[in-house]
């Protein structure tokens, strides 16, 4: 894991044809298409529409689009583990005009866990900016005999293989940071995964599995519901929502986190002086304090690193990802 410390076809506006009187025929280059500056963006989203990161994706385009003068459109391609929506942003012509919102497991853990992917996370892209993390807690349904982390470990470890977590699937962010957990404490718990996080979910609000990691925003109203338990966040400091749930660090497991991360990037080709624009123009955006407020309402962390801090961390969770799924024997197999 980290030590330091995430989507249609193409819009395009349409001009109504006019029929042109002889008399008044434009020559062929007074009639080119309209500069790349007054065309809309299209944002292509990873994740499903309504979810907190679709959320977060169309509070960005709306605020990027201001700060760009021109219109920025979501376009959402969840599904394949991110992978759909990263080869359409690979793919796209590098003018400008397609970006996308891509995240920690599109760009870094499916490098080390799937045979074939058709994008190379390191070279098809041209990294813009981050704008998030997720945080990521480990909860527990009430029935769990334990009140914080430190005596869910001392459960487990008297009791191996006797307990089941749930996860959204192989490989997935919540999977991973529970393998992570476990390499840290040596704890044996019974993997269960499902096709999605809202199955999972549910069936630990139904008691029939126990524990499992998620993320602040799913968990909210569980939590003050009192139907699921909170045992510690795996962030470096407490969250501002969840300011009584400690931190792995203070439960016994220093520099242990596990906090998935969201950002900006378009196809490699990306002219430098358009990918500049694009990185400026997100980092006004993010610095703003409604932007911020919105991020933080959602549960998430605001950011603001440019490109370089993004290639540089997406680069350093491929290798830490591929050690993780290395040593863990994770396997979609």
């Known amino acids: 894991m980290q030590r330091r410390q995430l989507p249609a076809a193409l819009f395009a506006l349409s001009v109504a044809t006019q029929a042109v009187r002889p008399a008044l025929a434009q020559p062929a280059s007074a009639s080119a298409a309209a500069s790349p500056s007054s065309r809309a963006v299209r944002l292509i989203n990873g994740f499903s529409a309504g979810g907190a990161v679709d959320t977060l994706s169309r509070a960005v385009a709306e605020r990027l689009g201001a700060v760009l003068g021109q219109p920025v459109v979501v376009d959402n391609r969840p599904g394949a583990s991110g992978m759909i929506a990263a080869d359409a942003v690979a793919r796209a012509a590098p003018d400008g005009l397609t970006v996308g919102v891509l995240d920690v497991g599109a760009l870094a853990v499916n490098p080390a866990l799937q045979k074939r992917l058709a994008y190379d996370a390191g070279k098809d892209f041209a990294y813009i900016g981050l704008v998030a993390r997720i945080p990521l807690l480990l909860v527990a349904h009430p029935s769990v005999p334990a ?6 470990t001392a459960l487990l470890r008297a009791n191996p293989g006797t307990y089941a977590y749930a996860t959204a699937g192989i490989g997935n962010p919540l999977h991973l940071a529970m393998e992570a957990y476990r390499q840290a404490s040596g704890v044996e718990v019974v993997h269960v995964p499902y096709k999605g996080a809202s199955a999972a979910v549910q069936d630990v609000l139904g008691g029939r599995v126990p524990l ?20 510690a966040i795996a962030t470096r400091e407490r969250n501002p929502t969840l300011p009584g749930v400690p931190t792995f660090a203070e439960s016994g497991f220093p520099g242990f986190e596990a906090t998935p991360w969201i950002g900006l990037l378009g196809p490699a080709a990306l002219p430098a002086d358009t990918k500049a624009r694009m990185a400026d123009a997100l980092a006004q955006v993010m610095a703003q304090p409604d932007t911020r407020n919105k991020i933080t309402a959602l549960g998430f962390v605001a950011l603001q690193d440019g490109p370089d801090a993004f290639a540089r961390l997406a ?4 290798i830490a990802y591929a050690k993780l799924i290395r040593e863990r024997g994770i396997s979609l197999d």
Request: hydrophobic share 40%; glycine share 6%; charged share 25%.
């Open 315 to 318: 680069g350093e969770d491929r």
């Open 212 to 231: 499992m990691f998620i993320d602040v925003n799913t968990s909210a109203q569980h939590l003050r519901a009192g139907t699921l338990k909170p045992l």
């Open 147 to 152: 009140a914080n982390l430190k005596e869910l």
